[in-house]
Nanobody, 123 residues
Framework: VQLQASGGGLAQAGGSLRLSCAAS????????MYWLRQAPGKEREFVAG????????YYSDSVKGRFTISRDNAKNTVYLQMNSLKPEDTAVYYC?????????????????WGQGTQVTVSS
């Protein structure tokens, strides 16, 4: 499975961005999907996860209520709608996939990774 993330860019604090991650070459609906991020000088962290059938969604405390993860299995795409952006949301955002039931925390063994897309939020 190849994952291609897009949609990053520059936003002002309080603004919105929508990230997309398109999958190809595999059975997208077999994978729980995740968004992770890594800010400069910090470790990569869990942002959100969604189950294979979109029954379960998890968020980190730092984005809960502001970000929404969703997926369209017909389009082999997972999304991250980011609202009320803050400067501390600035990071490279990655999508990732794993075939196990969705986890609410960072995994150590994602099966597939996207290439990352930069999100910069100015104050």
């Amino acid at each position: 499975v190849q994952l291609q993330a897009s949609g990053g860019g520059l936003a002002q604090a309080g603004g919105s961005l929508r990230l997309s991650c398109a999958a190809s070459g595999g059975t997208f609906s077999s994978y729980a999907m995740y968004w992770l991020r890594q800010a400069p000088g910090k470790e990569r962290e869990f942002v959100a996860g969604i189950s294979q059938s979109d029954i379960t969604r998890y968020y980190s405390d730092s984005v809960k209520g502001r970000f929404t993860i969703s997926r369209d299995n017909a389009k082999n795409t997972v999304y991250l709608q980011m609202n009320s952006l803050k400067p501390e949301d600035t990071a490279v955002y990655y999508c990732a996939a794993h075939p196990a039931p969705v986890s609410s925390t960072m995994r150590r063994d994602y099966t597939y990774w996207g290439q990352g897309t930069q999100v910069t939020v100015s104050s």
